[in-house]
């Protein structure tokens, strides 16, 4: 996991992520970049009602993938993250983990190039951490930039670098 490569923080205060200054983007070029980022909120953000297959497809729908690839995306996140079986169920009936888990397959549905994670690791048991811990280290062997935000100290091994942040202040780095 690693914070540089396709997000940088320059000196000067300017935002840059693959190559484009984000202080300075016009809007159309802030919406192509947003479809590079896979976001795993700390709420997790799921529509209650809705499917774990329609919660994973829908940020997909203004990409313009059609709904059989959405449907083949989510099942195989799903697959990958051990709920396979709960690709039709409302995520209102998961226990917190399992929506943890569809929270984090709708991040990875889209094949991001950046996962930027807010506590991913929260509702889960040791077993579904080591599998998506995983999932996380196999995105970052395949070149893709994953930033976890989390008090959970069995990520900071893994990091290529770790921030220590207190009262939003930065405090160490590795």
Do not use: C, W
Not at 53 to 62: H, K, M, Q, V
Not at 97 to 111: P, S
Not at 125 to 152: P, Y
């Amino acid at each position: 996991m690693a914070v540089l490569g396709a997000v940088e923080r320059a000196t000067s205060g300017r935002v840059v992520v693959a190559g484009q200054d984000l202080v300075r983007a016009s809007d159309r070029e802030l919406a192509r970049v947003r479809r590079k980022f896979g976001l795993v909120f700390q709420d997790l953000a799921l529509i209650p009602n809705l499917s774990a297959e329609d919660n994973i497809g829908y940020p997909l729908i203004p990409r313009g993938v059609a709904p059989i690839q959405r449907q083949r995306r989510a099942a195989d996140v799903l697959e990958r993250l051990g709920l396979r079986d709960k690709l039709l169920v409302p995520v209102r009936e998961l226990s917190g983990g399992e929506q943890q888990r569809v929270a984090i397959a709708r991040a990875l549905a889209g094949d991001p190039e950046i996962v930027l994670a807010d506590e991913p690791t929260s509702n889960l048991d040791q077993a579904t951490l080591a599998i998506l811990l995983d999932e996380l280290q196999q995105l970052h062997v395949a070149g893709r930039t994953v930033i976890v935000a989390s008090h959970d100290p069995q990520l900071a091994p893994l990091a290529t670098q770790v921030l220590k942040l207190d009262a939003g202040r930065l405090v160490s780095q590795r």
